[in-house]
């Protein structure tokens, strides 16, 4: 779990008197999961988070999923999708099953109101854009390739920065105009099943919980909110509350971020993919090594640029593997991608439970000598079967299980080992993998 913070203004002890400058009570509010006996955090409001004057019931969340009859190994493509809604109304489901929901959202435009995820915790994975989450325990700035991890009942508010205009990131929008460009791009990883996001229990201790030495990474990659968000406002305030698979708008008589301080182990937090450590082998390393965050039958997984295998006969790319127990579900990120043919930024490879995969025709031979890879992509393995909706079967690409197919590929396109690749790693000129998990 993360570590303990605290931040702004608290008593000396838990559950005692904590008066406003006015002489008032602040109002205590003990934040916490597993009936109080998982991690929990101790508010302090202005106001009490009781109070509300109004509340109906928008709309349904439920995704549509279609079971096909014919299970097989998909290629999504998310490239240029059509910028819609907010940060949460424009996610768009396409992949989930009873534990976990897989969504892209290409926000057009800001939120207007506050959100409070009442159903399962969010993992947002940022693409491309910029900006701070506003929350009731404070300020969570993000950036490009920022995991954010919000808990479940948690308030926020994300607000994105301005559409860059300078075209350093055009490759990562996916073509889109300056005109038609959205505001960022974020996969949305949510759990289905009353469990939480967390580090994975084998790289903390068990006697403290604090992040061990094999881990690829520690607390201090961690970010949590760097300020309180305290606003004493009297007024409407709409609070959009996500539980049973509805929205459900609820009316705060005073603003919903009026927290002076807090303290605990339950918080929302960042965390940038450039900051984990890969590790690598003298061998081929099996995926479990690349492990983020878990859930209850899910996890995620961060594929980085690294170094590859140091054994003098190595054979860098993975070896065919069947994925008996899980679905594996890839979201590319950036990379040189032409060894997974018609794979690009933005691309998502499905790969069910069962069905054997591995390197494209012609890779092993490629990857033989190569010392690095730079490849960047956004995994999760789930150990029940994830379902595609309609809204993912509009960007499928039906062709993608032929691609395994030497016959697949136009004369000349499969590479040898002749036309390896070279890039420039620590001023040597080495022979570099593509994206061959």
């Known amino acids: 779990m993360p570590y303990y913070t605290k931040l702004g203004k608290l008593p000396r002890t838990r559950h005692i008197q904590f008066r406003r400058p006015d002489g008032a009570l602040y109002s205590e509010e003990l934040f916490g999961t597993e009936g109080f006996v998982g991690p929990t955090s101790t508010l302090y409001h202005i106001h009490p988070p009781t109070q509300v004057s109004g509340w109906k019931t928008l709309y349904s969340t439920k995704p549509e999923?279609?079971?096909?009859?014919?299970?097989?190994?998909?290629?999504?493509?998310?490239?240029g999708m059509k910028p819609e809604g907010d940060a949460v109304t424009g996610r768009i489901v396409l992949y989930g099953n009873a534990d976990v929901?897989?969504?892209?959202?290409?926000?057009?435009?800001?939120?207007?109101?506050?959100?409070?995820?009442?159903?399962?915790?969010?993992?947002l994975f940022f693409h491309y854009g910029s900006g701070i989450a506003y929350t009731m325990f404070g300020a969570v700035a993000f950036k490009r390739k920022d995991y954010m991890v919000l808990p479940k009942g948690t308030i926020y508010r994300i607000e994105f920065n301005e559409r860059p205009d300078d075209g350093s990131d055009n490759e990562a929008f996916g073509g889109y105009t300056k005109a038609e460009m959205p505001l960022g791009?974020?996969?949305?990883?949510?759990t289905c099943n009353a469990s939480h996001i967390l580090p994975p229990p084998r790289y903390l201790s068990k006697q403290t919980s604090q992040f061990l030495e094999h881990a690829p990474y520690c607390e201090r990659d961690l970010h949590p909110p760097t300020e309180p968000m305290t606003f004493d406002e009297k007024g409407e305030f709409e609070v959009r509350i996500k539980a049973r698979d509805q929205i459900h708008s609820y009316v705060y008589p005073y603003h919903p971020l009026d927290v002076v301080g807090w303290d605990g182990c339950y918080y929302p937090y960042t965390f940038n993919i450039d900051d984990f450590a890969p590790i690598v082998g003298k061998v081929h390393m099996p995926p479990p090594i690349h492990q983020t965050f878990e859930g209850h039958n899910f996890v995620i997984c961060s594929f980085?640029?690294?170094?590859?295998?140091?054994?003098?006969?190595?054979?860098?790319?993975?070896?065919?593997h069947s994925n008996i127990d899980s679905d594996e579900i890839l979201y590319y990120v950036e990379g040189n991608y032409k060894a997974r043919r018609g794979i690009e930024s933005g691309s998502i490879s499905v790969h069910p439970q069962g069905i054997p995969h591995g390197p494209h025709p012609g890779t092993v031979e490629a990857s033989l000598g190569a010392k690095f890879t730079s490849e960047l992509a956004v995994m999760c393995d789930t150990f029940r079967p994830m379902f595609p909706t309609k809204a993912a079967l509009q960007i499928d690409d039906e062709q993608y299980p032929e691609s395994w197919r030497n016959d697949h590929f136009a004369p000349g396109e499969v590479r040898s080992s002749k036309e390896q690749e070279e890039k420039s790693v620590n001023g040597q000129r080495v022979k570099t993998a593509d994206t061959w998990e």
């Open 65 to 79: 999923y279609v079971e096909q009859d014919v299970m097989r190994m998909r290629h999504a493509k998310t490239q």
């Open 101 to 123: 929901e897989m969504a892209i959202c290409t926000p057009a435009e800001q939120m207007a109101y506050h959100f409070k995820n009442g159903q399962g915790d969010e993992c």
């Open 185 to 190: 791009k974020f996969v949305a990883f949510e």
């Open 304 to 320: 980085c640029p690294r170094m590859l295998d140091f054994h003098p006969e190595a054979i860098p790319v993975p070896y065919n």
